[in-house]
C-alpha cells in the first residue's frame, strides 16, 4: 500500500473515530410535570435530535393519574420515571444520564434520584419551574394541607419530603430555570419561600430567569435545556 493510500486510510479512520466519538452523549430523561404528559417536551426532543442525539437516546416517562390532587411522591408515581433512568443508564455510551424535570417532574425525578442512589450516574440535573422550597398555594406543612399533592410526600411548604431533599445533589450539576411570572410556582403571589425563589434547587450551580409562565418556560427555553446538559 503506497505511503499516500495508507495515509489516506489513516485519516479516513481518525474523522470516523472523531465521528463516533462526537455522536457519544449521555442518554436524557424527561421528565413531565403533574397530569402532563411527555408531548410537553416536543421542543426539547426537536432541539435534541436537531442537535444529533437520536430518539434512543431520549427516554420520556409517563407518570401519575389524572387527578391533580392524588399525586405525589411516593408510589406508583415514582416507578415509570426510575425505570426510564435505570434503562437510560444502561445503555448510556456515556454511562451517565441527563435528567430534565419540569414541575413536579424535577422533584419527582430528584426524589428517584436521591431514593435508588443515582446521582453519581447523572451529570446534569435541570428543574424547570419546579417547587423544590413548597408552593405557598398548598400551605405548610402541616397545617391547612388537604390532599396528596400537598401532604407528607407532596410539596407543602417543610413538608417531611422536602425537607429530605434539602441539601442532597442530584447530579454533578445543577440548573434551574425559574420565573417571577409562574401562575403555578406564584400563584399567591410570591414565588418565593424564606426570601429563595421556590424554583432554586439548594446546592444548585445556576438558576437562569425568565419572563414566561408555567409551561412557557419548559416551551421557550429547549435551547438553553439543550446547552445545560452538554
Given at each position: 500500500?503506497?505511503?499516500?493510500?495508507?495515509?489516506?486510510?489513516?485519516?479516513?479512520a481518525?474523522?470516523?473515530?472523531?465521528?463516533?466519538?462526537?455522536?457519544?452523549?449521555?442518554?436524557?430523561?424527561?421528565?413531565?410535570?403533574?397530569?402532563?404528559?411527555?408531548?410537553?417536551?416536543?421542543?426539547?426532543?426537536?432541539?435534541?435530535?436537531?442537535?444529533?442525539?437520536?430518539?434512543?437516546?431520549?427516554?420520556?416517562?409517563?407518570?401519575?393519574?389524572?387527578?391533580?390532587?392524588?399525586?405525589?411522591?411516593?408510589?406508583?408515581?415514582e416507578?415509570?420515571?426510575?425505570?426510564?433512568?435505570?434503562?437510560?443508564?444502561?445503555?448510556?455510551?456515556?454511562?451517565?444520564?441527563?435528567v430534565?424535570?419540569?414541575?413536579?417532574?424535577?422533584?419527582?425525578?430528584?426524589?428517584?434520584?436521591?431514593?435508588?442512589?443515582?446521582?453519581?450516574?447523572?451529570?446534569?440535573?435541570?428543574?424547570?419551574?419546579?417547587?423544590?422550597?413548597?408552593?405557598?398555594?398548598?400551605?405548610?406543612?402541616?397545617?391547612?394541607?388537604?390532599?396528596?399533592?400537598?401532604?407528607?410526600?407532596?410539596?407543602?411548604?417543610?413538608?417531611?419530603?422536602?425537607?429530605?431533599?434539602?441539601?442532597?445533589?442530584?447530579?454533578?450539576?445543577?440548573?434551574?430555570?425559574?420565573?417571577?411570572?409562574?401562575?403555578?410556582?406564584?400563584?399567591?403571589?410570591?414565588?418565593?419561600?424564606?426570601?429563595?425563589?421556590?424554583?432554586?434547587?439548594?446546592?444548585?450551580?445556576?438558576?437562569?430567569t425568565?419572563?414566561?409562565?408555567?409551561?412557557?418556560?419548559?416551551?421557550?427555553?429547549?435551547?438553553k435545556?439543550?446547552?445545560?446538559?452538554?
Amino acid at each position: 500500500m503506497s505511503s499516500i493510500l495508507r495515509g489516506g486510510v489513516a485519516l479516513f479512520a481518525f474523522g470516523f473515530a472523531m465521528a463516533a466519538s462526537a455522536a457519544c452523549v449521555d442518554n436524557v430523561v424527561l421528565v413531565h410535570g403533574n397530569t402532563g404528559s411527555p408531548s410537553d417536551f416536543v421542543n426539547t426532543t426537536s432541539t435534541l435530535l436537531a442537535r444529533g442525539y437520536t430518539n434512543a437516546q431520549i427516554f420520556k416517562p409517563s407518570w401519575g393519574s389524572a387527578c391533580a390532587a392524588c399525586n405525589d411522591h411516593n408510589g406508583s408515581e415514582e416507578t415509570p420515571v426510575e425505570n426510564a433512568m435505570i434503562d437510560a443508564i444502561a445503555s448510556s455510551c456515556t454511562g451517565r444520564i441527563d435528567v430534565i424535570g419540569h414541575s413536579m417532574g424535577g422533584t419527582l425525578a430528584a426524589r428517584v434520584i436521591d431514593r435508588v442512589g443515582l446521582k453519581t450516574y447523572v451529570d446534569s440535573f435541570v428543574g424547570i419551574a419546579g417547587a423544590f422550597r413548597g408552593l405557598r398555594s398548598c400551605g405548610t406543612y402541616p397545617w391547612n394541607v388537604w390532599t396528596s399533592t400537598c401532604g407528607a410526600w407532596g410539596l407543602s411548604v417543610s413538608s417531611p419530603f422536602l425537607n429530605g431533599l434539602a441539601g442532597k445533589r442530584f447530579g454533578t450539576r445543577m440548573h434551574s430555570l425559574k420565573s417571577y411570572v409562574d401562575e403555578i410556582v406564584c400563584s399567591t403571589g410570591i414565588c418565593t419561600v424564606a426570601g429563595v425563589h421556590s424554583s432554586s434547587i439548594p446546592g444548585e450551580n445556576t438558576s437562569t430567569t425568565y419572563t414566561w409562565g408555567h409551561y412557557g418556560l419548559l416551551w421557550y427555553t429547549a435551547a438553553k435545556q439543550a446547552d445545560l446538559i452538554r
